[in-house]
């Protein structure tokens, strides 16, 4: 077993710059969720890991060992695909033992050996009754779990799944998500996880990443990244629904530091203030919980004026997407209040645990 | 994928050299060959060994009576052959998409002639358009001619017998390609037409036809460069002639080379032959855009 | 005007119902005419001399099957199993080795990069569109040094690179058609790029290469110039033998016609078995 170590990773398609010194480690043992929007580079990353794709320049290393230009069978990994990959020529069996007949492994498993390993890992993903179909006639589900398999069977030293549950309907993704993890307990590889489900990291990952444009924003436990955003883009991804982002500007009056929303002044606590007093720069963005704002009757002071754009329920309450100027702001109200798209509706904001973000760079002003 | 650069380019090469090998044999080297060859007199069966001439086997051409004629034969065969078969296989596409019951078996057994040996067809024609006993001949005095007519033995008729010929063979090839390219549009496409009120004939020029037109393309094509090639017909039928009215410049190039075995001139008109199709074999590659799938 | 447009609908009405007959009438009319020359083959090699020669033709006749004991058993020197003996080693070989030699390039074309990728794989296709009796004069002379004028060998290797080049380019598709993640799977697994071709691309391009072994099978089957050139005498393969009769004056119809049907019909149940991936074969993949 071993971890999984980027240094300074530079990658190019062409003329379209993906990685520019990307870093990241996920220790010896755990389960790390690569989280991204669509064509932020995490398919890539996991094809450097693999070695179906070589860095520009940088090192990967797994283990304490650099693996840079070693082929993709000597790394001694598994892999699951995307689109699953499976061999459509073969049975369920014969592509689980596909990797242990492999000839870099030649000689290693003897003909009882694989079959006992072919029949525990399909026990373990329980599609042991399986094991003589072929795999075009089996359910996106069966094939998610052959793949696995195939990727669990020969002891990898590190798992990678690329959006493992992504294909799959609501009801299978939930028992793939709980059955992959407690597959982690039990053996414990080294796991990277890519998806594009934030839900997903946080309720499977021991570490998510968070990357944007080819750059890790964020890595940190679930807990981390849901109360302490490192940035603005990290505050907006995670959570459900996740954090507002309004974009606001600093001001002094009367020698205390406050904040202007669209027109209104609102005051900051002192440990809020503190962190704003290290703001590069007036303008700044404020990240709102639902639970800050709340809709108002009429026009009182501190209160901003905003347009219903959606609305819609959700058990007792009621969700509302709020615009105003270039920000959206989701709120939750008793399902009481009737409202309906365009209603012009006034909102005030508390910024009790509000988040600061320098608007330049998006970072939390708190991490500077 | 590209994990070590260097061993994939030897793989690469291990698996394409083998092929390239046997091209290379085949084709590349027996073309400069030929080319070496039509500088120099060269009689099949002699023993004097062969001359260096420089250019005058090609010089030779130009005042070549039958080489001018053979040449004009083959323009007028593979035109006529090539747009009779166009034509009518474009045409019967079209009828068998009806969708009617049995059109699938009637379509199965309107293909079979694609396949049979050229030799065998040949034969089979050179029977008949026997003058005596033949069944075209039958079939004639049936519609009323007044006498048995020289099917294989009149310089005008005989190329146009050719041409019923190879057209028996190849107007199914047509049909069947285009049938195919026809099948591959979808039927939105005809939906979307009648929604924008098109009439049939219009669907026909502005829909139909530019959707096909790679297949046509590639159908075209294939019938002039093969119709030009073609041998085995005339070798049963007409050999040529009577009085080198069906000598093609593939026949003219065979029977120089091996009925009068003067390989050096044969080997300039081949030369000759291998250029101009290689031209039209080099506007049908550029043409097709077969790029996009690398 | 309306078979302009592919009727997929089945509309109803005394028209429809006339223009139905009329499409029948001329599809039927259109496999009439493509079906007589073969009848008549048939027919021939089945009659005497005099009804062969009869004026007007015999229509009705009882079969008798003389000509194919005649062509098979009695004729002086080989018979005709000889050549269609030579033809089907001729033939098999020649595929066999287009086929494999094809497909390797074709897995080289499609699945790596290097410099000259594109201009190989037009090389290739271009030889389609080399007219054989242009390379007969040297190819001809090649043989003759060599020593190998009526002997097998020459005609396979010359078949072989006849249908590399459509062998290649079917097959270049199937390849391109499997999905790159299946090769890259079995990369990670722990297998070399040369056994990924044969296990993993290989048994997937299967119908592939049915289609272009039965392909390459029908082209050398049916070859003529080549043979009549290369081996005009032991070697001989079944056309050149055809060809033969009809060199003496005296053309016996019956065994002509009777050798011709056994050179024809095996091809008629390939190419039936062949239907779906015909047309893309004799495109090269152009139209499917
Ligand atoms: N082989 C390639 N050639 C050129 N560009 C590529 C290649 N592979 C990836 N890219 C580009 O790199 C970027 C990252 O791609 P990648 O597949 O890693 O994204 P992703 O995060 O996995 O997205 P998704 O969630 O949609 O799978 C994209 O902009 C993509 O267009
Ligand atoms: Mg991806």
Redesign the interface.
Known sequence: MAGIYFRDIYKSFGTSRLFEGLSLACPDRKYLCLLGPSGCGKTTLMRIV???TEPDSGEVLIGDKRVNGL???SRN???A???Y?????LSVAGNLA??LR????RGRYRQAEIEERVKRVAALLRIDQLLHRRVNQLSGGQQQRVALG?ALI?DPGVLLLDEPVTHLDARLRYEMRAEIKLLHDRIGTTTIHVTHDQQEALAMGDLIAVMRNGRIEQLGAPLELYHEPATAFVAGFIGDPPMSLVHARLAQENGNTIVQVAGSSLSLSEALAAQANMAPSREIIVGLRPKQVALVERPEAGAVATTVYSHGRVGREQQLVLTFGRDEVHCRTSSAIHVTTGDKVWLSISLDGAKLFDAASGRALAHT | ???SKR???R??????A???L??V???I???I??LY?SLHTFTLGRPTPPRYIGWSNYRDLLDDDRFINSLWVSFKFVAIAAAVEFLVGFA?A???????R??AT?R??????????????G??????FNE??G?MN?FA?LLGAPHRIPFLTDGKLAILSLVLADA?QWT??VM??MF??????P?YV?EAAKMDGLT??Q??WRV?LPLLR??IW??LV?RV?DA??M??LI??MTRGGPGGATETL?WY??ST??LDQD?GS??AE??V??IA??I???I??RR?N??A?? | ??????????AVGAATGAR?LA??L???L??G??????Y??IT?SLKTDQQ??????VWLFTPRFQSYYNALFVFGGRSADHYLFNSLVVTLSSSALAVF??A??A???A????RG??D???????????????????????VQRSGLLDTQIALI??Y???N?SFV?WILR?FF?EI?????????????????I?LR?AL??V?PGLAATAILSA?FS??E??FAS?LAPGDAAT??VY??G??ASMNID?GE??AV?TM??LP??I???AL?RH??RG??FG???
């Open positions: 693999a070695g179906l082929p993709p069978a990994i598994g892999l695909f995307q689109n990959a499976l061999y459509p020529h596909f990797p492999a000839p870099i492994r195939r020969h | 994928m590209a994990a061993a994939d380019r793989t690469a090469l291990l698996l394409i083998p092929a390239m046997v091209l044999a085949i084709n080297y027996p073309f060959y030929a060859i019967l079209f009828l068998f998409s009806a969708k009617l049995g059109m009637l199965k057994l309107a293909i079979l002639p694609i396949m049979v040996m050229p030799l065998a067809s034969l089979i024609w050179f029977y008949i005596n006993f069944a039958w005095f028996w199914p090839f069947l390609v195919a390219a026809l099948q591959a549009i039927e005809y049939p004939w669907t026909f139909t790679s297949a590639v159908v294939l460069v030009f090639r041998i085995e070798y049963l593939s190039i065979y080379g091996f390989l044969a080997a081949a030369v032959m291998i199709v290689s039209i074999a080099q049908f590659v097709l077969y790029g799938a690398t | 005007m309306s078979t302009i447009v592919p009727d997929k609908k089945n139905n499409i029948y001329a599809a039927c259109f496999v005419f493509g079906l007589f020359p073969l008549m083959m021939t062969t020669f009869a004026w007007p033709p030699l094809g390797m390039a897995y080289g074309l699945r790596f990069r290097f990728n594109r190989v794989a037009f090389y290739i296709l271009s030889t389609r569109f080399a007219p054989p009796v242009g390379f007969i004069v040297p190819i001809y002379l090649m290797v010359v072989t690179s006849m590399l290649t598709g391109l999905p790159i993640e299946i090769e890259e799977a079995a990369l990670v697994d722990g297998y070399t790029r040369w056994q071709f993993v048994p997937l299967r029908i089957w049916n003529f110039l050139i079944i056309p055809l060809a009769f009809s119809w002509y016609m011709g050179a024809v091809i008629m390939f190419t039936l239907q015909l047309v004799l495109t152009a139209v499917r």
